[in-house]
């Protein structure tokens, strides 16, 4: 079989505009026109194309290229530097201009909150589309590791620790500068160690500000990026923040994404299910999470707004059947405010525990249990069985009841499929396994632009390029 060979010399007709090389069909088109739809006065990006003075690079054409290359996994600012002098979608989507690496990290820092806007104007336009319809919205969290080290992770212990040492390294530096004598004071030897001196005071400094910051022993501080916190994943445990994000039901698309330094999702629901109503600008009518978020305090907030939720509490994410004595099996008495254990026996109130926020219950003598048939498995205590009942018992229970019907395992099914595939994607197809900036302000921002991308990319499966450019993004001004 014969071979083709190119030839570099050869002479070509080429298109004199580089608008030629781009089809009209091709995403990259889909981007432009995002970035152009956006306001970038409610993003909170100064843009102003007469202002005088030493010029700068279009804003436009910067948020273009960090949303386009973080659609296809490209973040560095090193590797976006060359991308624009070689890739040809993105000299076409930059109109030409090439910032240098510097240009383009300066631009991410600057732009950090109005960065974390992106995903909020995003999805009004989705909602403006009716790609969103913001009935039912499910929360999923992910942890992600932060721009840091566990060698920067300080704790109270390993601070005393590293001073012991420096104190020591420090008196031992003293004695060595004490023991030169002026000949050998201009020295190489002695310069050596004034300088390692210098280094360990400031080193000294350092270490006790940050423990001043930790005030208990548990307490954690990561001196590169004090606002990631310590935890574990399925990968081990790394300094990290916890992701979040809301999805809408109809075609999965993010409402909402946050990043937080809570190693857990307890606290997170009401959180994140609320700004995302502030992105919709309305309520959801069914919020749904895994047992992860299972609180009753947190779910209650939302239950109170008469929004159905669907969140498994940890027993019944379990799937294990109830013992013969579970708390379940006693029947609650509300006029008498006792319970009746499964032989009919009561357990009376005995007091409440203020710190847990819990109600007491026990068994009116400690004789009948111990003269029980079932003494041994309903409890071995000599006290008697006993039952704690929270303060909001009844929504625990109304909402235990909501997952386990039909209705709530259908909307939980569809939480597998619609929840779950956003970070998939960013993880698998985009290389997400680690944030590149640093600071709480700078995690969001990147999880906004990262969450974008995810819809722009379901945007154009769902859509396609040329309607979305010619009914859909057209159909949107700007500010939306």
Not at 17 to 46: H, K, M
Not at 160 to 172: G, P, S, T, V
Not at 338 to 353: A, N, T, V
Request: include cysteine; charged fraction near 25%.
């Amino acid at each position: 079989m014969a071979y083709r060979f190119g030839d570099r010399e050869q002479i070509q007709m080429l298109p004199a505009s580089v608008e030629d090389y781009v089809d009209p069909d091709s995403p990259v088109r889909v981007y432009d026109a995002f970035v152009e739809a956006l306001s970038l006065q409610e993003l909170g990006i100064t843009y102003d194309p007469n202002q005088t003075g030493s010029p700068q690079y279009d804003p436009k054409a910067m948020l273009k290229l960090l949303v386009y290359g973080y659609s296809y996994g490209i973040r560095s600012s090193r590797r976006l530097e060359r991308e624009v002098c070689y890739n040809l979608s993105f000299i076409w989507l930059t109109g030409g201009l090439r910032p240098d690496h510097k240009t383009i990290a300066e631009f991410r820092r600057q732009n950090k909150k109005a960065l974390q806007q992106v995903l909020k104007q995003c999805a009004r336009m989705c909602l403006r589309l009716n790609l969103i319809a913001g009935n039912t919205l499910f929360v999923d969290g992910t942890k992600i590791r932060a721009n840091a080290g566990w060698n920067k992770q300080w704790s109270q212990d390993r601070g005393r620790k590293a001073l012991a040492k420096i104190d020591e390294r420090i008196q031992q530096l003293l004695k060595e500068c004490d023991s030169a004598d002026a000949a050998e004071a201009k020295s190489e030897s002695f310069v050596k160690i004034s300088e390692e001196l210098k280094d360990k005071q400031k080193l000294k400094a350092k270490i006790e500000t940050i423990l001043q910051e930790l005030r208990k022993p548990e307490d954690r501080l990561n001196s590169t990026d004090p606002d990631c916190a310590p935890m574990h994943s399925t990968k081990g445990a790394f300094p990290s923040y916890n992701a979040q994000h809301v999805v809408d039901a109809k075609h999965g698309l993010i409402v909402h994404a946050d990043a937080v330094s809570a190693a857990n999702d307890v606290y997170q629901f009401a959180q994140q299910i609320e700004q995302a109503h502030q992105t919709l600008a309305k309520p959801c009518t069914t919020a749904c999470a895994d047992a992860g978020y299972a609180n009753t305090e947190e779910t209650e907030k939302i239950d109170a707004q008469h929004i159905q939720v669907i969140v498994p509490s940890s027993f019944q994410a379990r799937e294990e059947e109830a013992a013969p004595f579970a708390k379940s099996k006693f029947t609650y008495d509300a006029e008498r405010n006792e319970y009746r254990c499964p032989e009919g026996h009561p357990l009376i109130y005995r007091g409440y525990d203020s710190a847990n926020r819990k109600h007491e219950y026990r068994i009116h003598a400690k004789e009948t249990c111990s003269a029980c048939q079932h003494f041994g498995v309903c409890t071995n205590s000599r006290h008697g069985r006993r039952i704690k009942r929270l303060d909001l018992e009844e929504i625990k229970i109304k909402l235990e009841a909501q997952y386990a019907s039909p209705e709530g395992q259908a909307i939980y099914k569809l939480r597998k499929q619609n929840a779950e595939h956003p970070f998939g994607h960013l993880r698998r197809n985009l290389g997400l396994q680690y944030f590149l900036l640093r600071g709480r302000d700078g995690v969001k921002a990147e999880m906004s632009i990262l969450a974008t991308c995810f819809n722009l990319a379901r945007m154009i499966t769902l859509i396609g390029v040329p309607a979305l450019l010619k009914h859909q993004f057209s159909a949107c001004p700007a500010g939306i």
